[in-house]
């Protein structure tokens, strides 16, 4: 009985810890990302095209040490291929490049916040499907995401967008994609684990996305600055990220783990004001806590399938 009370506080503190780190790279990373477009020259479309194929492929090395050949077998089965096929052109390339995009007209802070629309988009959804009404708190998380994304694109103003309309645009379209992400390959991750079904999503996405714009076509300025911010998108905004998310799993719920990943956005925001001194108003606080508070609310639904089984763009 000792022992329990002492191993379960310290995988509990484990577990917050992993989970916080994972998120606080990911805003990270979209800051950067931010910094590469806007002061390095770097075009959206080639960060995603080298994210995916790098991080697919260290991804897949380290699925592959820990499961051996069983990471090819998915290609063994038509089913499996079709739908990890599926998934990485229209879930992980759409959410990649839609998140990228945004951040390129826009800035990481609001593009971080508004694709953390895609919980409520997805409940809507299941609603939808169901054939059922939603419930109180589920609307409640509706009408909180409106007036979130009101007052961040707005800034508090109906005259004027406090971000350009394509930021807007991409933002909500990543909302979207990331609802598609979550929802499309329960089946896959289910039967392969998320090492091989991520791994294998992201690279298929570059390989396709190569077709459009080669990893060889770019624009932008390298210096010792830009060589560290890629470097960081793959490795610490992607490969660790991903590996501190998951692991967190093991010792926390997955509930917990979706409100501790709240950090993303906020991280996003905080970086983009202090460092590349984006413009965040009051205004833009009260949006990022109403649509933050979605994920509260649903997370805290019984019935919410994205809550119990989270899955993060990377």
Not at 11 to 28: D, E, F, M, N, P
Not at 75 to 80: G, I, L, M, N, S
Not at 189 to 194: A, F, I, N, P, R
Not at 234 to 260: P, Q
Request: glycine residues 8%; hydrophobic residues 55%.
């Amino acid at each position: 009985m000792s022992s329990e009370s002492v191993v379960l506080p310290s995988g509990r503190i484990k577990g917050i810890a992993l989970v916080l780190i994972g998120s606080i790279l990911w805003g990270t990373s979209g800051t950067v990302a931010q910094f590469l477009f806007q002061q390095q020259g770097f075009s959206a479309e080639w960060l995603v095209v080298i994210r995916l194929l790098m991080a697919g492929a260290l991804l897949l090395a380290f699925a592959y040490q820990k499961e051996g050949k069983r990471v090819w077998e998915i290609w063994r089965k038509k089913e499996a291929r079709f739908q990890i096929a599926l998934f990485g052109l229209f879930g992980m390339l759409a959410v990649q490049y839609t998140y990228f995009a945004a951040i390129q007209h826009g800035n990481a802070a609001t593009a971080t916040v508004l694709q953390y629309l895609g919980p409520v988009i997805i409940t809507c959804y299941l609603a939808l499907v169901s054939k059922r009404l939603p419930n109180r708190k589920e609307v409640i998380a509706v009408i909180l995401a409106v007036v979130g994304t009101f007052f961040l694109v707005t800034g508090g103003s109906i005259q004027s967008l406090s971000i350009s309309g394509w930021a807007v645009f991409w933002g909500i379209s990543s909302a979207f994609a990331l609802a598609f992400y979550t929802l499309q390959p329960h089946k896959l991750l289910t039967e392969w684990g998320s090492k091989i079904v991520v791994g294998w999503g992201m690279l298929i996405g570059g390989i396709g996305f190569s077709f459009i714009h080669p990893p060889w076509k770019f624009e932008g300025e390298w210096s010792l600055s830009s060589y560290a911010a890629v470097i960081f998108v793959v490795v610490f905004g992607t490969l660790i990220a991903f590996y501190c998310y998951l692991e967190s799993l093991r010792y926390i719920s997955a509930t917990e783990t979706s409100l501790l990943a709240c950090a993303e956005p906020l991280s996003a925001a905080f970086l983009s004001v202090m460092w590349l001194h984006v413009s965040f108003g009051f205004a833009e606080w009260i949006g990022t806590f109403c649509i933050l508070s979605t994920i509260v609310i649903l997370s805290v639904v019984k019935d919410a399938k994205v809550s119990k089984k989270p899955k993060r763009p990377l």
